[in-house]
């Protein structure tokens, strides 16, 4: 059965500094990844997709990067966070096409900039 | 671009009754898929059903059903039989279908059963 683990849980970090958020998938190839942004009570905003290694697409701006270095991780970054960074992040996988096709969240990581 | 739309952002019902979510979508693909997520109090994200925009007969899983009408571009969910477990946030959510990967995502409705 394929996992999904997010980590951190939780971060608390200053304005400005940096930032790295991991996602890692067991148990299925070539994953098609994603990047979500939740603001408290907000929608979910697509940041980052991913279909190979490598291989990154960028969906909205928000001074953030992300990088597939291997094919089961996707890194969410930043060099120097905003206020406005604050929020839930959720990585997700993407099943192959057809009647099965669904995403699957990890859990998330709560970011708290103060 | 692709939109979608969902107008209630709270709604309270009794427990064992039956409620329905609205969302409408805009997209200029011809062949697109809808699907609906809950999220729980914990924050965990679950898939809960799908609708491909080519198939005619709405799609049922569980106690869960869609309303999927093409000419008003909306996809309402039904859940029958409410429990108190099914308290949450509901999301609609929309891929194009012509090789695309964005799949974006309503603003969420709240809903509360209670007993």
């Known amino acids: 059965a394929q996992t999904i683990h997010q980590w951190p849980v939780a971060e608390i970090k200053a304005v400005g500094s940096p930032l790295s958020l991991g996602c890692t998938i067991k148990?299925?190839?070539?994953?098609?990844l994603y990047w979500y942004w939740q603001a408290t009570g907000g929608t979910l905003q697509q940041l980052f997709y991913?279909?190979?290694?490598?291989?990154v697409e960028s969906v909205v701006q928000l001074n953030l990067s992300a990088s597939r270095p291997k094919d089961d991780q996707f890194i969410l970054s930043t060099e120097k966070l905003l206020l406005s960074h604050s929020g839930f992040y959720l990585c997700?996988?993407?099943?192959?096409?057809?009647?099965?096709?669904?995403?699957?969240f990890g859990h998330g990581t709560k970011l708290s900039v103060l | 671009a692709q939109k979608v739309t969902q107008t209630q952002t709270s709604i309270s019902v009794m427990e064992k009754t039956t409620v329905t979510m609205d969302c409408v979508y805009e997209t200029q693909d011809s062949s697109y898929f809808l699907f609906w997520y809950k999220q729980t109090a914990s924050g965990e994200i679950v898939f809960l059903i799908r609708q491909d925009s080519y198939k005619k007969e709405n799609a049922t899983v569980g106690h869960y059903s869609l309303n999927f009408q093409k000419p008003k571009s909306s996809i309402g969910l039904i859940i029958t039989a409410t429990q108190i477990e099914d308290s949450a946030v509901y999301f609609c959510a929309m891929r194009e279908g012509t090789g695309g990967y964005k799949v974006v995502f309503g603003s969420g409705t709240r809903l509360l059963v209670s007993p």
């Open positions: 991913s279909i190979t290694v490598g291989q």
């Open positions: 997700a996988w993407r099943t192959g096409g057809g009647s099965n096709e669904r995403l699957f």
């Open positions: 148990g299925k190839s070539s994953p098609n």
